[in-house]
């Protein structure tokens, strides 16, 4: 069992900048990627961005150029920095992390909302 915990979502102005956290604990060797989906009122939960436990990273192309995943191994902690923010940007940000091949879970979820 792993369990994540996000934070530094808000209300931020179009062209403005969030740093996203989610910190996991439990069985965190059993990790194989973290990253982030998010889902915008009425629409599906897609994928943001997701880094592997080697590194390799893959971007939604919505975010390509301005967003960039990381981690810090140590804390167990992955990060979402978000500039050039959009009003379309506006959604729920969820933290998750595959262990294994398979077994997913998520975090509760940070509302990130950008004005025009």
């Known amino acids: 069992q792993v369990q994540l915990v996000e934070s530094g979502g808000g209300l931020v102005q179009a062209g403005g900048s969030l740093n996203l956290s989610c910190a996991a604990s439990?069985?965190?060797?059993?990790?194989?990627?973290m990253g982030w989906y998010r889902q915008a009122p009425g629409k599906e939960r897609e994928l943001v961005a997701v880094?592997?436990?080697?590194?390799?990273?893959h971007y939604a192309g919505s975010v390509k150029g301005r967003f960039a995943v990381s981690k810090d191994n140590a804390k167990n902690t992955v990060y979402l920095q978000m500039n050039s923010l959009k009003p379309r940007d506006t959604a729920v940000y969820y933290c998750?992390?595959?262990?294994?091949?398979?077994?997913?879970?998520w975090g509760q979820g940070t509302q990130v909302t950008v004005s025009s």
């Open positions: 998750y992390a595959r262990c294994g091949v398979a077994s997913d879970y």
């Open positions: 439990g069985d965190t060797t059993s990790i194989s990627a």
């Open positions: 880094i592997t436990s080697g590194g390799s990273t």
